[in-house]
């Protein structure tokens, strides 16, 4: 055997061999990456009062929780106008739940409550019947419960202490669905799903998929977010259950999240970047005012004066580089900025920089 057929039997034999121990890519089922056009949550608000606070409710420049009791005693027969009505155990409340697809009359929700006034805590409160309004005005639930919140105020008089939120509540399964809102699936004009991520090769594998396991096309792929499905003759629900249930290759899009409010960083693994280098330097301003007391001379009928004096001080210290190869990843960059000490506030400053220099092969959000 020649040594050029030796040399070809020894790369086909490494291809496969490479090709062998490549980790296969990661596989989802439909049902995590889309959802049914026209099956949908829908939003739901209430206006009510929470009673039974210990003396943490609304203060009396609140005058719309005044009236509201003033109100609810009216329908009950006790006849007590607004101005007379001086408690602070009672808080004004919006009332908000989630009405999902397919509801019954008789199903229960959780809701959450969240004070309207200027309550302190919210914290051992009973919530009063409330109607839950949908968009178009009608009552789809009605909620009522004593609330339970993941926080809690102590201490008055400027010594406090509070923990995490004391001014909202949720009371669980404390609405009953009053109103049919289920979507007939009989009637919606076509069938579609829907990729919560728009990807064009995402909804061509979905529609390859469907289409491989039914044995013909009824899928097809209209845009990067849409794919419909013509009618096979099979219950639609029954339709579902086995499209669903269909694995489908997943597309990960490369993307870097920062949040600047809390210097909070977040990249996917697929983040590559171009061969930079990088200087980064800081200038420190630091402005120090000192109040002196100038005393007059003795006899001069003068007076004491404090006058301020006002120091600068600048000081910029020299620029620090770190340098990437081509293909680096955010880790690398992130730990190479680590070591020349800068903060996660001047990593997402660079990584700004390194996007608009066409650096960064990812899209970068700022939320």
């Given at each position: 055997?020649?040594?050029?057929?030796?040399?070809?039997?020894?790369?086909?034999?490494?291809?496969?061999?490479?090709?062998?121990?490549?980790?296969?890519?990661?596989?989802?089922?439909?049902?995590?990456?889309?959802?049914?056009?026209?099956?949908?949550?829908?939003?739901?608000?209430?206006?009510?009062?929470?009673?039974?606070?210990?003396?943490?409710?609304?203060?009396?420049?609140?005058?719309?929780?005044?009236?509201?009791?003033?109100?609810?005693?009216?329908?009950?027969?006790?006849?007590?106008p607004p101005s007379?009505?001086?408690?602070?155990?009672?808080?004004?409340?919006?009332?908000?739940?989630?009405?999902?697809?397919?509801?019954?009359?008789?199903?229960?929700?959780?809701?959450?409550?969240?004070?309207?006034?200027?309550?302190?805590?919210?914290?051992?409160?009973l919530l009063l019947?409330?109607?839950?309004?949908?968009?178009?005005?009608?009552?789809?639930?009605?909620?009522?419960?004593?609330?339970?919140?993941?926080?809690?105020?102590?201490?008055?008089?400027?010594?406090?202490?509070?923990?995490?939120?004391?001014?909202?509540?949720?009371?669980?399964?404390?609405?009953?669905?009053?109103?049919?809102?289920?979507?007939?699936?009989?009637?919606?004009?076509?069938?579609?799903?829907?990729?919560?991520?728009?990807?064009?090769?995402?909804?061509?594998?979905?529609?390859?998929?469907?289409?491989?396991?039914?044995?013909?096309?009824?899928?097809?792929?209209?845009?990067?977010?849409?794919?419909?499905?013509?009618?096979?003759?099979?219950?639609?629900?029954?339709?579902?259950?086995?499209?669903?249930?269909?694995?489908?290759?997943?597309?990960?899009?490369?993307?870097?999240?920062?949040?600047?409010?809390?210097?909070?960083?977040?990249?996917?693994?697929?983040?590559?970047?171009?061969?930079?280098?990088?200087?980064?330097?800081?200038?420190?301003i630091e402005i120090?005012?000192?109040?002196?007391?100038?005393?007059?001379?003795?006899?001069?009928?003068?007076?004491?004066?404090?006058?301020?004096?006002?120091?600068?001080?600048?000081?910029?210290?020299?620029?620090?580089?770190?340098?990437?190869?081509?293909?680096?990843?955010?880790?690398?960059?992130?730990?190479?900025?680590?070591?020349?000490?800068?903060?996660?506030?001047?990593?997402?400053?660079?990584?700004?920089?390194?996007?608009?220099?066409?650096?960064?092969?990812?899209?970068?959000?700022?939320?």
């Amino acid at each position: 055997m020649s040594a050029r057929r030796v040399l070809l039997v020894w790369l086909l034999t490494a291809a496969l061999a490479s090709a062998a121990t490549a980790p296969p890519p990661h596989q989802v089922l439909i049902r995590d990456i889309t959802t049914v056009e026209g099956v949908r949550d829908n939003q739901l608000i209430g206006y009510g009062m929470v009673v039974g606070l210990n003396g943490t409710g609304d203060r009396r420049q609140t005058v719309f929780s005044t009236q509201t009791l003033s109100n609810i005693l009216q329908r009950m027969g006790v006849q007590v106008p607004p101005s007379a009505v001086r408690v602070n155990n009672i808080a004004a409340v919006f009332v908000t739940a989630s009405l999902p697809p397919f509801a019954r009359p008789g199903m229960r929700l959780d809701v959450t409550v969240s004070s309207a006034g200027d309550a302190k805590s919210i914290e051992g409160g009973l919530l009063l019947l409330t109607p839950l309004f949908g968009p178009d005005g009608q009552t789809y639930a009605a909620a009522q419960g004593p609330l339970t919140i993941g926080g809690y105020t102590a201490g008055a008089s400027g010594t406090s202490k509070q923990v995490n939120h004391p001014t909202v509540g949720r009371v669980a399964d404390g609405a009953i669905v009053e109103r049919d809102a289920m979507v007939e699936l009989a009637k919606l004009p076509r069938l579609c799903l829907l990729l919560r991520d728009a990807n064009f090769s995402q909804a061509e594998d979905v529609a390859a998929a469907i289409n491989r396991d039914f044995e013909r096309k009824i899928a097809s792929a209209v845009d990067s977010r849409r794919i419909d499905i013509a009618p096979t003759g099979d219950p639609i629900p029954a339709l579902l259950a086995r499209v669903e249930n269909l694995k489908v290759p997943l597309h990960i899009k490369a993307k870097v999240v920062v949040n600047e409010r809390t210097g909070t960083i977040v990249m996917g693994k697929e983040v590559r970047l171009g061969a930079v280098s990088i200087l980064q330097g800081s200038l420190s301003i630091e402005i120090a005012t000192v109040y002196e007391v100038v005393q007059p001379a003795p006899l001069s009928n003068g007076q004491t004066a404090v006058v301020p004096q006002v120091t600068t001080q600048a000081e910029e210290k020299p620029a620090r580089r770190v340098e990437l190869q081509e293909g680096a990843t955010v880790e690398q960059l992130v730990s190479g900025l680590q070591a020349i000490g800068a903060t996660a506030r001047d990593v997402i400053s660079v990584l700004q920089a390194i996007k608009a220099a066409g650096g960064l092969e990812a899209e970068l959000e700022v939320i």
